[in-house]
């Protein structure tokens, strides 16, 4: 899933993520940011999680402009490993 931090703080590391979709609002899971790059988030930062067996977002990782499809960027191709997107 896709989505941006509504809010988050750093000493309980506890947050909210809105998703880009239908704007459900979901809390962040305790380990959320284990095995990923961040080690805080900031308001408005854009994100793709997944949801956990208590509906609430997990591994949270960054995507690259093209991971999150933002217009005006290519998507992957998938025929060619070796050069991913479309020219």
Do not use: C, W
Request: hydrophobic share 30%; charged share 25%.
């Amino acid at each position: 899933m896709q989505g941006v931090i509504k809010a988050y703080d750093p000493l309980t590391r506890s947050g909210v993520v809105v998703t880009d979709t239908d704007l459900q609002e979901y809390e962040l899971a305790p380990d959320a940011l284990e095995g990923s790059i961040f080690r805080m988030l900031r308001q408005g930062q854009r994100v793709n999680f997944e949801l956990d067996g208590q509906r609430q977002a997990t591994r949270i990782r960054i995507g690259s402009e093209a991971d999150m499809g933002t217009p005006g960027f290519p998507l992957p191709h998938p025929d060619d490993e070796q050069h991913p997107y479309l020219p």
